[in-house]
């Protein structure tokens, strides 16, 4: 969204000269490759840590179904709040202020709820009788989560990590805001110094990176189900 | 030997039980059925055994001593499992899904290897073709084959089987009970087989408990005599009224003593000698005859001849000696 804005900026500014190569090729090392590296460390940490809040919180609410309502009730108030919004909040409270860990606190509560409902889908998606003949040849209940239930709902899973990767990598650049680096950084700079090259470099490398995770999660989500592609064989 | 010794299910907040006072006895090396209709309590019988249910009264005895003696998981893995959905792994190759128990039991591998194309060759499945494909890709058929090859794959002495063949079509379910107790005839396993079908029940079992709802134990014998004598209103109607036909269908040809041929005629109807008794009845009164000559299948050599009259009296002996027993 942010991405898409900085580009309708520069898009009213663009005129003659507007888009500066020489920019590009001098400011590489000490600005973009760093800003792009920033940008790719706050979304994967956030992913990451969320995925490791999600993963117990689903398993759990998939076997504790009372749990569901209140924990999609809760993660979705999180879900809803403006990012803007959040990320001013996260800042005054006191222990986080400005900087990458307020970021990371948002992108995380932003991908909860995408995470979670994708690992009780998933852990859903396991065949009941395929369960019970796990269970009647003697496989302990750990066995079962780790060697069936798992294995089988990881797609989902994956399918949800997706969602939640894109989501994160274009909320990210507006962290930014609250000094989070990224490639934000660029695009806000741009903004307020009326520089659009700097806009768009952010922007373009802000999408191709949302698309290119994007590509690579997907081909994981398809290498995770090689029994789904030999049906189709 | 598997022992039911008073054994009730009554599920929390129910007041009626599922299962009630069940006792019986499966010999070694017998197949028993538990038939009846839906609501019997045959299915949760049978989870009994491996205490997939922990029944609420009584106790399930395996060769003397109780299902309790150790821990389900271990209990379980010492007892095959074979069920109507097959429940196969589907991320997991044919050659996995079979390996199941004996990965559990931490076999060596080559063992493993030369068990699953030991086991994919009883079923009837080249391990070359389908060792190393997924379950998705194979028919209902070949997945049930699969499903209870897994189910043997550890050599269990008991096997637990919920309608192992009921996911398929007539004629498919047909050839896997005949290949079924073609195996059993070699491997001679005690089998509890569930079964909501009275002509499988009757096909398969050496021994059939026939359950009323509730879970109560209505007869429980070998179907020859379940079907000479139904020991009640419910049994009578629940084998069906061509109980006598289905005593038949129990005896083959080349079980009975045959009539010498007598240089009968060629006008006469032939018979294989490996046809049941129903069959064979079937056959002579459509072909209008009263008796018909039996060939052996191999060469095709004249056994005998075999009449209508001669069935009668079977059927008839075998009621009356039930009767008076």
């Known amino acids: ?233 | 030997m598997i022992e039911f010794r008073g054994v009730s299910k009554t599920y929390p907040g129910s007041s009626r039980p599922v299962v009630n006072d069940l006792s019986f006895e499966v010999l070694d090396g017998e197949i028993c059925v538990l038939v009846g209709p839906s609501g019997c309590g045959k299915t949760t019988s049978m989870r009994m055994v491996n205490r997939l249910i922990e029944p609420s009264e009584g106790e399930i005895l395996i060769d003397g001593e109780p299902n309790t003696a150790m821990s389900g998981t271990k209990l379980r893995r010492h007892i095959g499992y074979a069920i109507q959905q097959i429940g196969l792994f589907p991320h997991r190759t044919i050659a996995d899904n079979i390996a199941t128990v004996p990965q559990l039991l931490e076999w060596r591998k080559d063992r493993i290897t030369a068990r699953v194309d030991e086991l994919l060759e009883l079923v009837g499945l080249d391990p070359g073709q389908y060792r190393d494909r997924y379950p998705a890709e194979l028919s209902g058929g070949q997945q049930q084959r699969v499903g209870v090859a897994r189910a043997m794959a550890a050599d269990p002495p008991i096997m637990l089987m919920d309608e192992p063949f009921g996911a398929v079509d007539p004629i498919t379910r047909n050839r896997l009970q005949d290949e079924f107790l073609r195996i059993q005839g070699e491997i001679k396993k005690t089998i509890v087989f569930v079964t909501h079908d009275i002509d499988e029940a009757i096909k398969m079992g050496d021994k059939i408990a026939i359950l009323k709802e509730g879970g109560i134990l209505a007869q429980y014998d070998t179907p020859e005599n379940i079907l000479a004598a139904p020991n009640s209103e419910f049994v009578s109607s629940f084998v069906g009224a061509d109980r006598v036909l289905k005593r038949l269908s129990l005896l083959h040809v080349s079980d009975i003593e045959l009539e010498p041929p007598n240089g009968a005629g060629d006008r006469l109807p032939r018979l294989s000698e490996r046809m049941n008794l129903k069959d064979a009845l079937s056959e002579l009164i459509g072909a209008d005859a009263e008796r018909a000559v039996v060939v052996s299948d191999a060469e095709d050599r004249v056994r005998g001849t075999l009449s209508i009259e001669t069935i009668r009296r079977l059927s008839h002996q075998a009621e009356t000696k039930q009767r008076d027993e």
Not at chain 1, 56 to 66: Q, W
């Open chain 1, 1 to 233: 969204m942010s991405s898409f804005m900085g580009c309708l900026i520069a898009l009213q500014n663009l005129g003659p000269k507007t888009f500066d190569w020489n920019w590009i090729s001098s400011n590489l090392t000490d600005e973009i490759i760093p800003a792009v590296i920033g940008h790719i460390y706050l979304s994967f940490v956030s992913v990451a840590i969320a995925l490791l809040i999600s993963l117990p919180t689903g398993i759990l609410v998939s076997r504790y179904r009372k749990a569901y309502p209140p924990v999609t009730f809760i993660t979705g108030v999180l879900y809803s709040i403006p990012s803007l919004a959040l990320f001013a909040l996260l800042v005054t409270v006191p222990g986080i202020g400005l900087g990458p860990r307020a970021v990371i606190i948002a992108l995380v509560a932003y991908s909860l709820l995408v995470l979670i409902r994708n690992v009780v889908a998933g852990m859903d998606s396991v065949p009941e009788e395929t369960k019970d003949a796990a269970r009647g040849m003697g496989l302990t209940s750990r066995q079962i989560l780790f060697r069936v239930e798992l294995p089988l709902a990881l797609p989902v899973i994956v399918a949800g990590a997706r969602i939640a990767t894109v989501t994160v990598i274009g909320i990210a650049t507006i962290g930014a805001y609250i000094s989070g680096g990224g490639l934000g950084e660029l695009i806000f700079t741009g903004i307020s110094r009326n520089f659009p090259t700097r806009v768009i470099v952010g922007a373009v490398l802000a999408t191709l990176l949302a698309i290119l995770a994007d590509l690579s999660l997907l081909a994981l989500e398809r290498y995770l189900r090689p029994w789904a592609r030999a049906r189709r064989a």
